[in-house]
């Protein structure tokens, strides 16, 4: 089985946004390799830090594993969905992959 090429795509994102990001690359792109994490750290740009107090906040990391032909694409439409093009907005990168194997969900019998 041939390895197909893929990037991976990584953002990070104000708390409250990554899960209808990750919803709708589901819905719109069909992508099944889209991870969510929680993170927290203290930022120097910020109203408090204009002060000279850092202020701790809660950050989510979206990361999602696309193929590289629609990387772009998905990165573009991630950056518009999330509205990261704003003060604080977020942050996203992407690189490609040396390998990756696909995930793919078996069919399994229905229960009884």
Known sequence: MELAAQKLITCIFP????????KKLKENYDLMSVDIKSARGIGKVTPLGYRGIGSQSEKEILTAIVPEELSNEIFDYIYDEADVNRPHGGLMYIYPLISATRYIVPDL???E
């Open 15 to 22: 708390k409250g946004i990554a899960l209808d990001v990750a």
């Open 109 to 111: 019998p229905e229960e």
